[in-house]
């Protein structure tokens, strides 16, 4: 099977793609990925050279380049994405290219292809936030941020090719997921690494927000599952079932490392700050989805590697990172 994968470069993809060639040693991927700020191809220097793996640097937005890249593959998994919802509210306007634009230009190159399946990365999000049950895959969308807006409206269009063109696409909605190469301005990352410097922990508001924690290495045995076995024109949630607060999590993080609670400093609240993600994941589980890690083993495991590859993240720090760092929480602390 000839697969392309875009944002590959990225966290989940660059774990996706190094499961897909270990698992498939007679799979070709090929990744296509724009390099933006979080894209980075030290995360997938262990596989570089393989002779089943392409990488090509380009835009998804970019119609000549995504035509290209797609000629000959027999599935699409769409990874690429602007995906950090606190640059969401600084600017909008990569996300709607990237995450609205980009994902019609790759159903457009689809469409005229024969296609297995085309997968649409899209995230537990789009639900908003659920203060009672879980969102269950047909209900119905309540985005709050522009990030979970544009991740919406870029599976509503793939979800529109599926019925009108008879394009084989399936969704995947993933819980908030954690583990090896996640750029540090997310949570968890962020917290273990400020942790490891000793420097503050910005918790946004009461630190009482509810995320579903689902360790990487499980969403791509999930990705894989849908992959072969998914039906076209299904969504499925993928969920962590591991619902925990903020500041347990930060709290978890610290004492892991051996660190003060004292370094947990609560910061002005994000705004549109979704409460709580609870999504009902047993439609990917009735197809055969069993997740391998309990929550703790694998915060620990994150967390060893984030202490062993401080050169990774240290080089992230005081690159770009730096002055995002300084807007971003500037304001927050002030
Ligand atoms: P990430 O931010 O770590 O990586 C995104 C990748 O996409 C980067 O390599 C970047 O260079 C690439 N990219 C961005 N714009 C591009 C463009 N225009 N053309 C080509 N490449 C481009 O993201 P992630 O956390 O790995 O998330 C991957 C996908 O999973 C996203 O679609 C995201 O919405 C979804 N998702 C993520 C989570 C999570 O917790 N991380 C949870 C649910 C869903
Ligand atoms: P984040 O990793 O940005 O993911 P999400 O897309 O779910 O918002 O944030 C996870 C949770 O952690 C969310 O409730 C916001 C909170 N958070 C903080 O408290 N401080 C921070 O510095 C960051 C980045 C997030």
Redesign the pocket.
């Known amino acids: 099977m000839r697969i392309l994968v ?8 660059s774990n996706f793609i190094r499961h897909i060639l270990s698992n498939y040693p007679d799979y070709h991927v090929t990744n ?5 700020y ?3 191809l030290q995360n997938l220097k262990d596989v570089d050279g393989r002779t089943n793996y392409a990488f090509v640097r ?4 970019d119609s000549g380049v995504v035509e290209k890249a797609m000629a000959e593959v027999d599935c699409v998994i ?7 919802v606190d640059r969401s509210i600084m600017s909008a306007t990569e996300f709607i ?2 995450d609205v634009n ?1 994902t019609y230009m790759l159903l457009e190159a689809a469409k005229v292809q024969k296609m297995r399946r085309f997968l649409q ?5 789009v639900y908003g936030s659920i203060s009672g049950a879980a969102a269950k895959e047909e209900d119905r969308f309540n985005p709050s941020n522009p990030y979970s807006a544009t ?1 919406a409206g870029a599976e509503l269009i793939a979800r529109s090719y599926f019925i009108t063109h008879d394009l084989p696409v399936i969704i995947l909605r ?5 583990g090896p190469y ?2 540090p301005e ?1 949570f968890i990352p962020l917290f273990i690494t400020n942790a490891l410097m000793d420097t503050p922990l910005p918790l946004y508001g009461d630190g009482k927000n509810v995320r579903d924690w689902l360790y990487v290495e499980d969403a791509c045995a999930a990705i894989d599952l849908v992959l072969h076995k998914g039906e076209p024109g299904e969504a499925y949630n993928i969920s962590g079932e591991n619902k925990r607060t903020n500041i347990d999590v930060a709290r978890l993080i610290l004492k892991e490392l051996g660190k003060p609670e004292e370094l947990i400093t609560l910061v002005k609240d994000r705004p549109g700050h979704d409460r709580r993600y609870s999504i009902d994941g047993s439609k990917v589980e009735r197809l055969g989805f069993d997740r391998k890690t309990e929550f703790g083993s694998a915060l620990k495991k994150t967390i060893e590697w984030y202490t062993k590859n401080t050169a990774w993240w240290q080089d992230i720090k005081s690159g770009e990172f730096k002055n995002y760092y300084k807007k971003q929480y500037g304001e927050r602390h002030g």
Request: aromatic residues 10%; contains cysteine.
């Open positions: 875009t944002g590959g470069a990225g966290f989940i993809g296509l990925d724009k390099l933006t979080c894209g980075n380009g835009d998804i937005a769409n990874f690429a994405a602007e995906t950090h290219t990237t980009g990365i899209s995230t537990d999000e991740k993933p819980s908030n997921n954690f996640q750029y997310k």
